[in-house]
């Protein structure tokens, strides 16, 4: 069973920056993709940024030239810097890794003010 815990999260102003971790356990398989999804009071979970084991990243188009994912394989563990925050990105923030199959983290709450 692999666990993911996340941190990270918190309130930020517009225009401000966070950076999101999440760290994967309990497993000894190659976790092939992780990433990141967000959803937000009123709508459907999407998709932010993902990252393959040999870098590959997609990103949605709304956050893309702000967002960096990144990943570190020695370590399980998987990264998502946010810059020039909006409003529109708050969200709860859910950790996604492939294992096998999909599982998630229990969710950041990641708040911008205007």
């Known amino acids: 069973q692999v666990q993911l815990v996340e941190s990270g999260g918190g309130l930020v102003q517009a225009g401000g920056s966070l950076r999101l971790s999440c760290a994967a356990s309990?497993?000894?398989?190659?976790?092939?993709?992780m990433g990141w999804f967000r959803q937000a009071p009123g709508k459907q979970r999407e998709l932010v940024a993902i990252?393959?084991?040999?870098?590959?990243?997609t990103y949605v188009d709304s956050v893309k030239g702000r967002f960096t994912i990144s990943r570190d394989n020695a370590k399980n563990t998987v990264y998502l810097q946010m810059n020039s925050l909006k409003p529109e990105d708050t969200a709860v923030y859910y950790c996604?890794?492939?294992?096998?199959?999909?599982?998630w983290g229990q969710g950041t709450q990641v708040t911008v003010s205007s």
């Open positions: 990252i393959t084991s040999s870098g590959t990243t």
């Open positions: 996604w890794a492939r294992v096998v199959r999909n599982y």
């Open positions: 309990g497993t000894m398989l190659s976790i092939n993709g």
